[in-house]
Structures are given as C-alpha cells and as structure tokens.
C-alpha cells in the first residue's frame, strides 16, 4: 500500500513560486506514473500534470502550461510540482497521486491519492 504525503504548500503572492512535494513510503514510486491534480472551493477536482514512470514525458493542462513541471526523482521516492509565475486562480488544494496509466488526465487513472496540500495565491 503506497502512501503518499504532500508538502510545500503556503501563501504566495501573485508573480511568485511554489514548488511542492509529494513523498511515498510503503512502496516505490518508481513504477507509477504519478500526477498532480487541485480543487478549488465549489470546484471540481482538477488535472494539473502528470509524469510517466520514466520521468522522460509529461503532460500538462493548458492552464499551466508553461509555468508548472512536474520533475520526479525515483531515487528519493518523490515527485515535485514546480509551479512558477502563480496567479490568484491557481489557488486550490493541491493533491498527487499515483497511478499506473500515461498520461493519467482523469481521476480514475490512480490508485493512490495523498492528502492535499493548500496553495493560496493572492493578488
């Protein structure tokens, strides 16, 4: 059973950076393809990125394209969400995941699901 914790989240003013973490214990991320997703307040959970197991492609939304990547280091068991030049519509709970199907776009395509970290972008 693969548990994953994310951190890194915080208060950030627009124009700013953030770069989140999400680490596994009880298994390897190594064979996972891991992703990244965010829910804002009266929203519904939303694809961010994802990352195949690899680490050698990535897909993103269009909304953060460009201003996010999602590096991942299998030695550390970690998958980061780098997100640079944040906007107030960037704020959400942002959650990792992880899965087994490139690209994982849709919540059914993971497994396991870490807690949620809050990202609160102001303007």
Same mark, same amino acid.
């Given at each position: 059973?693969?548990?994953?914790?994310?951190? +890194? &989240?915080?208060?950030?003013?627009?124009?700013?950076?953030?770069?989140? $973490?999400?680490?596994?214990? @009880?298994?390897?991320?190594?064979?996972?393809?891991? @992703?990244?997703?965010?829910? *804002?307040?009266?929203?519904?959970?939303?694809?961010? *990125? !994802?990352?195949?197991?690899? &680490?050698?492609?990535?897909?993103?939304?269009?909304?953060?394209?460009?201003?996010?990547?999602? =590096?991942?280091?299998?030695?550390? #068991?970690?998958?980061?969400?780098?997100? #640079?030049?944040?906007?107030?519509? %960037? !704020?959400?709970?942002?959650?990792?995941? *992880?899965? +087994?199907?490139? =690209?994982?776009?849709?919540? &059914? %395509?993971?497994?396991?699901?870490?807690? @949620?970290?809050?990202?609160?972008?102001? $303007?």
């Amino acid at each position: 059973q693969v548990q994953l914790v994310e951190s +890194g &989240g915080g208060l950030v003013q627009a124009g700013g950076s953030l770069r989140l $973490s999400c680490a596994a214990s @009880g298994g390897t991320l190594g064979s996972h393809v891991m @992703g990244w997703f965010r829910q *804002a307040p009266g929203k519904a959970r939303e694809f961010v *990125a !994802t990352i195949n197991w690899r &680490g050698s492609r990535t897909y993103y939304a269009d909304s953060v394209k460009g201003r996010f990547t999602i =590096p991942r280091d299998n030695t550390k #068991n970690t998958v980061y969400l780098q997100m #640079n030049s944040l906007k107030p519509e %960037d !704020t959400a709970v942002y959650y990792c995941a *992880a899965g +087994g199907r490139y =690209p994982g776009i849709g919540s &059914g %395509d993971y497994e396991y699901w870490g807690q @949620g970290t809050q990202v609160t972008v102001s $303007s």
